[in-house]
């Protein structure tokens, strides 16, 4: 992986408050580096992963006084600014990783958000991909965004004979014309 030609990170107190802190900074950073077309996206995906984070490492009720809490936990928010998109890690003290929407163990997929195809078969800019990995004092979840539009493959023509790639059978809607 290339270097990042853009990053900025905040440290937050693993609360409740740190997700829509977290949502903050992400909303701004990617305001400052004119990446408007994913900003909506990225604020949701650090959303989910901040949130996780804190239901794993942080207090989750409501509690006045910073003494009361029975221990302070902190998670890192980093966002990565590359040539074509950016990714967003959130740092914790979590010992497992987490299963993440759409995934299971290492099985990183790609996940559409809000993004749909246009004619031409391109979806628009903001095609997500998760991801975590352990580190020696816990573990990062991630998120990446794709700034470039991503081209799909065109659905197939009526009639036409495939296999689904996942079970190996025929399609027979697509054989069928229906």
């Not at 959303?47 to 809490?69: F, K, N, P, Q």
Request: with cysteine; aromatic share 6%.
């Amino acid at each position: 992986m290339t270097p990042p030609r853009l990053h900025d990170g905040i440290r937050l107190v693993s609360t409740r408050s740190a997700v829509s802190c977290a949502r903050l900074f992400v909303e701004h950073t990617l305001d400052k580096w004119g990446t408007y077309t994913i900003i909506r996206e990225a604020v949701r995906q650090v959303h989910d992963l901040v949130t996780m984070a804190v239901a794993a490492t942080g207090i989750t009720e409501d509690r006045s006084a910073w003494a009361e809490l029975p221990r302070i936990e902190f998670i890192t928010v980093r966002v990565l600014g590359f040539e074509t998109g950016i990714r967003i890690e959130v740092w914790d003290s979590a010992p497992n990783l987490p299963v993440l929407a759409e995934t299971a163990g290492s099985d990183i997929r790609h996940t559409r958000g809000d993004s749909s195809a246009d004619e031409d078969g391109r979806a628009e800019q903001g095609a997500v991909r998760r991801g975590a990995y352990p580190t020696p004092r816990g573990r990062v979840v991630w998120a990446e965004l794709s700034l470039v539009p991503q081209r799909r493959a065109p659905p197939p023509s009526p009639g036409e004979f495939h296999r689904d790639p996942d079970s190996g059978h025929e399609n027979v809607e697509a054989r069928c014309g229906g």
